[in-house]
T-cell receptor
Framework: DTEVTQTPKHLVMGMTNKKSLKCEQH?????MYWYKQKAKKPPELMFV???????INESVPSRFSPECPNSSLLNLHLHALQPEDSALYLC?????????????FGPGTRLTVT | AQSVAQPEDQVNVAEGNPLTVKCTYS??????LFWYVQYPNRGLQFLLK??????LVKGSYGFEAEFNKSQTSFHLKKPSALVSDSALYFC??????????FGQGTELSVKP
């Protein structure tokens, strides 16, 4: 099973709402990633978790709060977002951070902030 | 700093013709290079990677890529394009922290 699942597929939220994105993998990968992607642009790395610990935060605003409750699950908590945060949010996983293995991507959550 | 460049925003090919999507890289040390494809409203799918060894790497869906150290290139190729190959293609290099650094992407359009 080489699947990364993400829920929900679509999310519309107001600027005062609090919502969460969820990502799950059962490949035994110990590195998990959040990316943000605008239309027709490359994904931009937001966070990396390695062995359930935050390893990289690419200077992401605090209105995005990641969480890794266990080795299979990755959440992204959203609060007080801005319209410019509307994008496709992609989760990915790999065996370990820093090795030569490819990252497997989920289908993404399409987020619209109104 | 590691970087990759995809010099073409768009590539147009007729079905059945060979296709090439170009990528050049700039790294210190030995590069770990990847190609991903993204279909509309989908996540990225891994196609192939170069770590070490043979310069010609074979991947999924009949794609292959040639690593050329002297030209610092890693072009993606397919001998015979299909309409279903139409998608957005990203070249990427992995830095020492495991971060993927993507090129700007090339939109491939294959017409019947």
């Amino acid at each position: 099973d080489t699947e990364v699942t993400q829920t929900p597929k679509h999310l519309v939220m107001g600027m005062t709402n609090k919502k969460s994105l969820k990502c799950e993998q059962h490949m035994g990968h110990r590195a998990m990633y959040w990316y943000k992607q605008k239309a027709k642009k490359p994904p931009e790395l937001m966070f990396v978790y390695s062995y359930e610990k935050l390893s990289i935060n690419e200077s992401v605003p605090s209105r995005f709060s990641p969480e890794c409750p266990n080795s299979s699950l990755l959440n992204l908590h959203l609060h007080a977002l801005q319209p410019e945060d509307s994008a496709l949010y992609l989760c990915a996983s790999s065996h370990r951070q820093g090795d030569s293995d490819e990252q497997y991507f989920g289908p993404g959550t399409r987020l619209t902030v109104t | 700093a590691q970087s990759v460049a995809q010099p073409e925003d768009q590539v147009n090919v007729a079905e059945g013709n060979p296709l090439t999507v170009k990528c050049t890289y700039s790294v210190s040390g030995n590069p770990y290079l990847f190609w991903y494809v993204q279909y509309p409203n989908r996540g990225l799918q891994f196609l192939l990677k170069y770590i070490t060894g043979d310069n010609l790497v074979k991947g999924s869906y009949g794609f292959e890529a040639e690593f050329n150290k002297s030209q610092t290139s890693f072009h993606l190729k397919k001998p015979s394009a299909l309409v279903s190959d139409s998608a957005l293609y990203f070249c990427a290099v992995r830095d020492y922290r495991g971060k993927l650094i993507f090129g700007q992407g090339t939109e491939l359009s294959v017409k019947p």
